[in-house]
T-cell receptor
Framework: AQKITQTQPGMFVQEKEAVTLDCTYD???????LFWYKQPSSGEMIFLIY??????QNATEGRYSLNFQKARKSANLVISASQLGDSAMYFC???????????FGTGTSLTVIP | EPEVTQTPSHQVTQMGQEVILRCVPI?????FYWYRQILGQKVEFLVS????????KSEIFDDQFSVERPDGSNFTLKIRSTKLEDSAMYFC?????????????FGPGTRLTVT
């Protein structure tokens, strides 16, 4: 069975600072994908970044980077130079080898302080 | 940029009534999904759909739920006899297996309120 754990229910960061949102996962699949989504207060789910289990390098997308530590089964999201618009819920998700459903964590609420 | 659309944005219904939630996935995507998110909780998988049939479903997706792709663009979730506990945000998602990491693109959601 797949499991995603996000242990930080809420995080605060000063504007322009970097913040790391934690995500650990558990799977027995040899191949899997890890994703981060942003959910603003308006409710939509916005895809941010993807990391494949066989990718050698950590994924980056603009101000988002994924700190992937396979041996530790962690896939932390790093947001650099935080902006007020980054305030939202952030969900870590995993797709197993079968590739159908996504398994989501419970989310982290990020608040950026001016 | 193509996006997943969902209608209605908010649906209020009485317990026991049937509701149909509608989605238009991204046009070249082949896999379609429904998820739900009860207020303040995590997103939960309901069902995946590929090649005009259900490919996987969760324990939540019991006999009161059904999905359909009635034409080449729409993808619907029907709840036959709604219960109070069906109140949630329902998200449709789609993906193209040949694109990126197979990320799923979500619609804006339909907020279902059962009274």
């Amino acid at each position: 069975a797949q499991k995603i754990t996000q242990t930080q229910p809420g995080m605060f960061v000063q504007e322009k600072e970097a913040v790391t949102l934690d995500c650990t996962y558990d799977t027995s699949d040899p191949s899997y994908g890890l994703f981060w989504y942003k959910q603003p207060s308006s409710g939509e789910m916005i895809f941010l970044i993807y990391q494949g289990s066989y990718d050698q390098q950590n994924a980056t997308e603009g101000r988002y980077s994924l700190n992937f530590q396979k041996a530790r089964k962690s896939a932390n999201l790093v947001i650099s130079a935080s902006q007020l618009g980054d305030s939202a819920m952030y969900f870590c998700a995993m797709r197993g080898q079968a590739g159908n459903q996504f398994y989501f964590g419970t989310g982290t609420s990020l608040t950026v302080i001016p | 940029e193509p996006e997943v659309t969902q209608t209605p944005s908010h649906q209020v219904t009485q317990m026991g009534q049937e509701v149909i939630l509608r989605c238009v996935p991204i046009s070249n995507h082949l896999y379609f999904y429904w998820y739900r998110q009860i207020l303040g909780q995590k997103v939960e998988f309901l069902v995946s759909f590929y090649n005009n049939e259900i490919s996987e479903k969760s324990e939540i997706f019991d006999d009161q739920f059904s999905v359909e792709r009635p034409d080449g663009s729409n993808f619907t979730l029907k709840i036959r006899s709604t219960k109070l506990e069906d109140s949630a945000m329902y998200f449709c998602a789609s993906r193209n297996p040949g694109q990126g990491g197979g990320e799923q693109y979500f619609g804006p959601g339909t907020r279902l309120t059962v009274t």
